[in-house]
């Protein structure tokens, strides 16, 4: 894979995410769905705020670090999005939401995150694999 390869698909992996989180959030909000302090710092840094980083570092000479903190954010986001729609019962939980107009929209967005963070996961770790081919 070339390095305009693998700047491409970490380009549209994280853009494509950030539009998701950007109508997740919406979803939250609309149906007043509120995360603790820990959870908002969380999705700030390891959701929306590391997978821009490590596309600024893809267009750099650091295009390792920026694969490998996609890697690490994009598989922090999956886990955490799916212990909380899935996994622990809460009103973030997508079949205990609060009613309202908004829970399809969080629901198809919950199911697109699930998707976007798994391809990010895959982007990452397929571009490090042939980067560290090439490097041999």
Do not use: N
Request: some cysteine; hydrophobic content about 55%.
């Amino acid at each position: 894979m070339t390095t305009y390869r693998r700047r491409a698909w970490v380009t549209i992996a994280v853009l494509v995410h950030l539009i998701v989180v950007l109508f997740h959030g919406t979803a939250h909000s609309r149906l007043r769905v509120e995360l603790s302090d820990w959870q908002q710092l969380y999705v700030f840094v390891v959701v929306m705020l590391a997978p821009l980083l490590a596309l600024g570092l893809s267009f750099m000479r650091y295009i390792r670090t920026g694969l490998w903190l996609l890697l690490a954010s994009m598989l922090g986001s999956l886990i955490f999005g799916v212990c909380y729609h899935y996994i622990i019962i809460s009103p973030d939980h997508v079949t205990h939401l609060p009613s309202g107009e908004a829970r399809s929209l969080f629901r198809v967005t919950a199911l697109l995150l699930l998707i976007t963070e798994t391809s990010g996961t895959a982007v990452a770790g397929i571009a490090l694999r042939a980067a560290s081919k090439r490097r041999k």
